[in-house]
Each structure stands twice: as structure tokens, then as C-alpha cells.
């Protein structure tokens, strides 16, 4: 995606790789606290036009960084990876691990999509978890009405493209060293280091939230080295947060917790 910037010369790659660096400082130093006043803001009023405006503006936002993280990242056709980034992958390249962990990944995820089949399928199936989401207090910043669920359901396809390009697309490749510079990290390695980021990020949820997240986040980079593409995880990302529109209405007696 970026060859067609090589003809501009080396003062423009020299640019380019202060934009990688920028990004990355700003992906792991920066975003995770950005949200932190306006959650305050909405937890003190959960207000509709305050949903409204944070969905809208953090949509905004994930497509801006999605879109610059896309021209600095040499993917492949298919939104593969690089190649030096899923070769020599340690015991992501054995093929007894490959089915090892290629069973544990759909375990792990049809355990995470099943409370939203199971509420598709079994409409009056009950649960403890609306006791859990009230403990952990997310309530205020969840789709109330049909105008908010639409734009929920934006969201969270938003995030599912752009926050995969980001993290187990851009920052992965660059800690592997994918892009002509990085720490060139062991994949095993890098995956952990984009999970911890990626966790990071999701501060805003609370400690137990970050944790869900980074565990999320290690099994859909388990996906990418075992896939080598970006699709089967931004549907996995898109799909676990889409499930929220059926687990989740206000006024019903079930609300489960499942967000990330």
C-alpha cells in the first residue's frame, strides 16, 4: 500500500517511518486516557444526545486512525500481513501447535458469541448477568432506544475494522519488525505486547474490562498468526461487540454483560 510512495524519495520514507514511530507512541501512550473525561462526563449524566455524541465522535475518531494505520502498514492483498511478519513464528509454524491453538481460538469464541446465540434463540433465558453489569456500573454508556442502537451497531463495526488494523494490524507488524524497522520481536512475543496495548486501551472499562480485553485481544492475535490475515478477525472483533444489541435492553429483565 505504500510502494506507490517510494518515488518520492528517501526524505518522504524518513517521514514516513516519524509517522510509524508517532502513531505507535500515541497508540500506546496517549489513546487509552483520551476517553476517560468524557466517560466521567456520561456517567455523571447518561444522557441520550451524550451517548449519541460519544458513538458518533469515537466512529470518527477509529476510522481517522484506521484509515492512517492502513497506508502505513504494507498489507498484502486481502489485508494479509507481511510475510516477515507470520514467518519463522516459533510454535505458530509447528503443525501440531497450529491445531492446538486453531482449537482453542474457536473454543474461546464460540464460548464469547454464545450468550448473544443463546439469547437469539432462547428469548426468555435468564442469567446473573444484569447483576454484573450494574456492579461494573457500564450501564451509562449502553444503547438505550432504537435511534442509540443504531449507532451502537455502527460502533461496533467501526471498531471491528479499525481497531484489528491498528493493533493486530499496524502495531503488530511494526514490533515484528515488518515494516523495515521495529523491535523485531518474537511473534509469540509481539502478540502480547499488541494484547497489553490493546487492554490498555479499554481503560475506560475498568480493570476487569481491560483484562477481558487483553485476553480478547491474545486470542485474535492467535487468529491473525495463525490466518496471516486481518478478515476473520475484524468479523470475530465485529461480531462480539454486535452481540451487545441482543444482550443487552433496557427495561427487560436480562441484561448481560458482554463488551469489549
Known amino acids: 500500500m505504500t510502494l506507490f510512495l517510494s518515488h518520492s524519495g528517501t526524505s518522504y ?17 496517549v489513546a ?16 441520550s444526545w451524550r451517548r449519541l455524541r460519544f458513538y458518533r465522535t469515537t466512529i470518527a475518531a477509529l476510522f481517522a486512525a484506521g484509515t492512517i494505520c492502513f497506508f502505513l502498514t504494507p498489507f498484502e492483498s486481502g489485508l494479509r500481513l507481511p510475510l516477515s511478519v507470520t514467518a519463522n513464528a516459533g510454535v505458530f509454524s509447528q503443525p501440531g501447535w497450529r491445531i492446538v491453538l486453531g482449537f482453542l481460538a474457536v473454543v474461546f469464541f464460540a464460548l464469547a458469541l454464545l450468550p448473544g446465540a443463546t439469547r437469539l434463540f432462547r428469548e426468555r433465558s435468564r442469567g446473573s448477568s444484569t447483576k454484573a453489569i450494574e456492579k461494573e456500573g457500564l450501564t451509562f454508556m449502553l444503547p438505550s432506544g432504537d435511534r442509540e442502537r443504531r449507532w451502537f451497531g455502527a460502533l461496533s463495526i467501526a471498531a471491528g475494522i479499525n481497531e ?9 507488524t511494526m514490533l515484528r519488525g515488518g515494516i523495515g524497522f521495529g523491535l523485531h520481536l518474537g511473534l509469540g512475543t509481539a502478540i502480547a505486547v499488541t494484547s497489553l496495548i490493546f487492554g490498555l486501551n ?14 480478547v485481544g491474545l486470542m485474535l492475535g492467535a487468529v491473525v498468526a495463525l490466518t496471516g490475515s486481518l478478515l476473520p478477525v475484524i468479523l470475530l472483533h465485529a461480531a462480539i461487540d454486535l452481540q451487545m444489541l441482543v ?11 458482554q463488551t469489549i
Open 247 to 257: 444482550l443487552y435492553r433496557p427495561g427487560s429483565e436480562e441484561q448481560i454483560e
Open 13 to 29: 520514507a524518513e517521514w514516513e517511518t516519524a509517522a510509524r514511530i508517532l502513531v505507535a507512541v500515541l497508540l500506546t501512550f
Open 202 to 215: 479499554h481503560l475506560y472499562l475498568g480493570i476487569r474490562g481491560m483484562v477481558k480485553a487483553a485476553l
Open 164 to 172: 484489528e488494523i491498528l493493533f493486530r494490524g499496524f502495531l503488530l
Open 32 to 47: 487509552p486516557f483520551t476517553d476517560l473525561r468524557e466517560m466521567a462526563r456520561l456517567r455523571a449524566k447518561p444522557e
